[in-house]
């Protein structure tokens, strides 16, 4: 099984920040590789597909990078709606896999 | 305006079983594969499998977790997609969400999901 590891876990930070969330593959995923958010009590919503490709109706200041095995989601200026949690997927190969997750709050 | 929803949670003991169903509107649903995800409280998120479209000959796709408990179908006609949960355990209590497979830049994504619904296996 392909394996995901988020860094960091945890972060916090400030309204207006550049915040960038890293996710490393186990083995190469090409780009299959997506990232979504999700608040707490509601459903995931995806941000960003094809490791770079921003999702219809996503805000332009956040970004994705990368292919292989490494990879980055970039928030360019962190709004107060954007406190939340943050999952990588990759759908390379089964069993399709998460990362650990990384939690945005309020500094 | 594509909605998932899904029903059919609660309370069961371990080695019972129970029927999750994800009813979908807003698009053509036979089009697309369907996914399950689930969450257990305050826990990241695990993938439990994918059924595929008639196109694929609805094939499936599953986690080792569930894979032999677990049995994942659809029912086109009623734009209804279900997870059959057997011998559930207590390591399956969870929030369980339905996503839409979406086909681009060479594979299927997830979007979007349903809103979930919460399976507590415990006696």
């Known amino acids: 099984d392909i394996q995901l590891t988020q860094s960091p876990s945890f972060l916090s930070a400030s309204v207006g920040d550049r915040v960038t969330i890293t996710c490393r593959a186990s083995?190469?995923?090409?780009?299959?590789l997506a990232w979504c958010q999700q608040k707490p009590g509601k459903a995931p919503k995806l941000l960003i597909y094809?490791?770079?490709t921003l999702q219809s109706g996503v805000p332009s200041r956040f970004s994705g990078s990368g292919s292989g095995t490494e990879f980055t989601l970039t928030i360019s200026s962190l709004q107060p709606e954007d406190f939340a949690t943050y999952y990588c997927?990759?759908?390379?190969?089964?069993?399709?896999?998460f990362g650990g997750g990384t939690k945005v709050e309020i500094k | 305006e594509v909605q998932l929803v899904e029903s059919g949670g609660g309370l069961v003991q371990p080695g019972g079983s129970l029927r999750l169903s994800c009813e979908a509107s807003?698009?053509?649903?036979?089009?697309?594969?369907m996914d399950w995800v689930r969450q257990a409280p305050g826990k990241g998120l695990e993938w439990v499998g994918r059924?595929?479209?008639?196109?694929?000959?609805?094939?499936?796709e599953y986690a080792a977790s569930v894979k032999g408990r677990f049995t994942i179908s659809r029912d086109d006609s009623k734009n209804s997609l279900s997870l059959q949960m057997n011998s559930l355990k207590t390591d399956d209590t969870a929030v369980y969400y339905c996503?839409?497979?979406?086909?681009?830049?060479?594979?299927?994504?997830?979007?979007?999901w349903g809103q979930g619904t919460l399976v507590t296996v415990s006696s």
């Open positions: 996503g839409r497979g979406v086909a681009a830049a060479g594979t299927v994504w997830f979007e979007p």
């Open positions: 807003g698009f053509t649903f036979s089009d697309h594969f």
């Open positions: 059924i595929r479209n008639k196109v694929h000959s609805y094939s499936t």
């Open positions: 083995q190469g995923i090409s780009s299959f």
């Open positions: 094809a490791a770079s």
């Open positions: 997927q990759q759908l390379n190969s089964y069993p399709l896999t």
